[in-house]
């Protein structure tokens, strides 16, 4: 339908529906319908798509049915363009008993109304308070419990969590009482500070703001719009453009699709509206509020689920599900409370008959579906999923496309990231991005191939690389799609400036202890699950225990010392790297999203050295006693240098072990895929021969002895030949070693440098994590 041109000289009205009222201006259509992009939104099944229009025309209102099923009513009779004005009413669908809506006379001129500061500044939505009551005289405790003062029946909210204070000069202030999940003053998290009048409370879904004499509550129920202002992001120094000033409104319970081309910034466009990676230009608002600038309050109501599955495989669907409440609820949340809500959402996404499946036994779209279960935990009211058809049959994808939908449906904000077109037709928007990361079209998806001139996608996508001096972008900007789905369908003010304002970091993990615990337990439950690791776990001692003692044999005699202690220096390093070498890299995608809402980084890290360190070093001792128990060490006076020498042998190997873990966990931290650890294990084993000293003459050597330095296995050789005093047994040039002395000093300077470098390659694996985690975490 062609738009008319709206005149100016029409009076203000308000349309007041059950749901709330809307001032409508006479320079702006207003459409009426299910569609939760229209104007005015009417949530009923008599009511169409795109039911209705009022717009105002030579001086006077004027509604318009646009082809509605179940039609529509003015003043009792059904119409299809009808004058209106004050007093008149509507029915949408049924004369009788259709969803109803009165207009009414003009609300006081705007500069009358209350601004910004006296009303919610939370949203440009102009939201009704949840509840209302007046300014307390004296503290008042806020948190999850019932004995609080102010109840906030929110799982990400503490049982004890704020107390808002009333001062003696009238004033107050917010104080934050150690919470899990802090306490945030417009958008900044905040332990104490005082509060004026349109300053925002945040605590877990609730918002709250003090107007006039009232204590204002605002709830994020999850419906809630997204508007995107003028993002750019450009990399090589600005050379290349990867989003150019891309803008578009979500409304709310929209399920939107971004497809495009590769190269188009789909990528770029999600980690821009996520606050993983902001732009850096423009602004993102979350119903009304800069997701930048509230990024630490508002992070928790964003649920992000990643192409490649967040979830250990190893888990059952309830135990992945359990392990992911304790990390993102308070403490103090019991576990029956915990319970229940991994149960709802057990029940919300279909699952019930897979709880107690293993991750890995699931198809491809039931993996998904936990993934996105896992997001649901908190409540998200904004979900992104990144190809989450990727790999998917066509009934699969289809079967998870439904399920955005009813999630979409149930109040929530649903953005899709995809290649696939086979379902597009279940979403309400669709977004194209050209070549450049410009919008080639945003609008309805049965009218997006029209609008380009092509029958099929594959068409579409072939012309996006093939004709690039099309300006896709300026054809789309003068059309009336950008108009009516873009320049009119923005309700929120632009904000002023070209870049975005600073993104404030998540509060610190309050609960690193907690944490910790959770991540031991889970990381081992999953290590548990995992037979075959296990199987080679309580292999590889034995095996290399076994060839040790092979050599050995009744004692470490002129022939067989040098080998025995080779064989169990590598016998260490292996049994160290091969534990820990894959363990980083294979869970790098579920660290990044763990990272995003409050995992603690050092938390993650001890977990593994806790629980990789415990089996490496028992492995360890394993080796040592089956390759030496009984065997004669022939030490000096059958005596070590500080202990008995089973025992000073046992200490080497066992270090040395948990140093060759760490090295691993560096190595692991510093690769891209997992593919490539295992032949970076057999170079790792073939230097720590090399360099250890038994084979070749390191000391004296410039390069070769300062490179060693870094060898874990040169040191622990030390020790162990220190211990027999491997120089008496096999005399010759390289057992004369400074380091291989029988003395106290030379003993403990070894074994202090394997200390060292466990340090060492720790503080470097922290530093490689960091490089993993989201723009935003980088603090």
Not at 299 to 313: F, Y
Request: negative net charge.
């Amino acid at each position: 339908m062609a738009e008319r041109p709206v005149a100016s000289t029409a009076p203000e009205l308000v349309l007041e529906t059950d749901t709330g009222s809307t001032v409508m201006s006479p320079g702006h259509e207003y459409h009426v319908g299910r569609d939760p992009l229209s104007d005015i939104v009417i949530d009923d099944a008599r009511v169409s798509w795109h039911h209705a229009v009022l717009r105002a025309e030579d001086g006077h209102w004027t509604l318009e049915d646009e082809h509605s099923t179940n039609g529509t009513y003015a003043d009792g009779r059904r119409v299809q363009a009808w004058d209106v004005g004050a007093g008149c009413v509507i029915r949408f669908g049924n004369v009788s008993d259709g969803p109803r809506a009165v207009l009414v006379g003009a609300p006081a001129p705007a500069q009358e109304r209350p601004s910004a500061v006296s009303m919610p500044a939370l949203t440009g939505t102009f939201r009704r308070p949840t509840t209302v009551r007046p300014l307390p005289s004296r503290t008042v405790r806020i948190g999850r419990a019932d004995d609080n003062d102010l109840v906030i029946d929110d799982l990400v909210v503490s049982r004890r969590h704020a107390e808002l204070r009333a001062l003696p000069d009238g004033s107050y202030e917010i104080v934050d009482l150690g919470s899990h999940n802090g306490t945030f003053l417009n958008g900044l998290p905040v332990t104490g500070a005082p509060v004026g009048p349109g300053d925002i409370v945040g605590i877990g879904h609730s918002a709250f703001c003090l107007v006039g004499d009232e204590l204002q509550e605002y709830v994020d129920t999850g419906e809630v719009s997204l508007d995107v202002q003028d993002l750019a992001v450009a990399v090589d120094r600005g050379r290349k453009t990867l989003l150019d000033h891309v803008s578009f409104p979500v409304g709310e319970k929209c399920l939107l699709a971004v497809v495009g081309p590769s190269g188009a910034g789909k990528s770029t466009l999600l980690n821009a509206l996520t606050g993983q990676r902001p732009a850096d230009q423009g602004a993102v608002l979350y119903d009304g509020r800069d997701l930048y600038r509230d990024y630490a309050e508002l992070r928790q109501r964003i649920g992000l689920v990643p192409q490649d599955d967040i979830l250990h495989a190893q888990l059952t669907v309830r135990s992945a599900l359990s392990y992911a409440a304790e990390l993102r609820f308070p403490q103090d949340t019991a576990k029956a409370e915990r319970q229940a809500r991994v149960d709802e959402v057990i029940r919300e996404l279909g699952l019930e008959q897979r709880a107690g499946q293993h991750v890995h036994s699931l198809s491809g779209g039931q993996r998904k579906r936990v993934s996105v279960a896992l997001e649901l935990l908190t409540k998200p009211s904004l979900l992104f999923l990144d190809e989450p058809t990727s790999g998917l049959d066509p009934g699969m994808d289809r079967s998870v496309m439904h399920m955005l939908r009813g999630l979409a449906d149930d109040g929530r904000t649903v953005i899709v990231v995809t290649h696939s077109v086979l379902s597009l037709d279940v979403c309400d928007r669709l977004l194209v991005l050209a070549p450049g990361g410009r919008i080639a079209y945003y609008g309805p998806p049965e009218d997006a191939l029209a609008f380009f001139g092509f029958e099929q996608w594959p068409e579409a996508f072939e012309a996006f690389e093939r004709d690039t001096e099309r300006d896709w972008a300026g054809e789309f900007g003068g059309s009336p799609f950008h108009r009516r789905y873009i320049s009119e369908a923005s309700a929120q003010p632009r904000l002023g400036g070209s870049a975005p304002v600073g993104v404030a970091p998540p509060p610190r993990p309050r609960s690193r202890r907690s944490q910790l615990g959770t991540l031991i337990r889970r990381y081992a439950t999953a290590l548990s699950a995992d037979r075959t690791f296990l199987a080679i776990m309580i292999a590889l001692p034995f095996v290399m225990g076994a060839m040790a003692r092979a050599l050995a044999g009744g004692g470490l005699t002129q022939d067989k010392a040098m080998s025995a202690l080779l064989i169990l220096c590598v016998g260490g390093v292996l049994t160290g790297a091969a534990n820990a070498v894959r363990e980083l890299v294979k869970e790098r995608v579920i660290y990044r999203r763990e990272r995003a809402v409050g995992l603690s980084r050092s938390a993650y890290l001890m977990s593994k050295v806790v629980v990789l360190g415990t089996i490496t070093v028992l492995q360890a001792v394993v080796l040592t006693l089956v390759a030496l128990l009984g065997v004669d060490l022939k030490a000096p006076d059958g005596e070590g240098v500080l202990l008995p020498p089973l025992v000073e042998i046992i200490l080497a190997v066992a270090l040395l072990a948990f140093t060759a873990m760490m090295l691993g966990l560096l190595v692991s931290a510093l690769v891209g895929k997992e593919e490539v650890t295992m032949p970076l294990l057999v170079l790792i084993a073939i230097v720590q021969v090399v360099f250890c000293g038994a084979l070749l003459k390191v000391d004296g050597v410039i390069g070769l002895e300062q490179l060693a330095w870094l060898v874990p296995a040169r040191w622990a050789f030390g020790a162990m030949a220190g211990t027999v005093d491997l120089a008496r047994i096999v005399p010759g040039e390289l057992t004369g070693d400074p380091l291989f002395e029988h003395s106290v000093g030379v003993w403990l300077l070894n074994m202090g440098m394997l200390v060292v470098l466990s340090a060492v390659f720790g503080y470097v694996v922290s530093r490689l994590l960091r490089r993993h985690e989201p723009v935003v975490m980088r603090k």
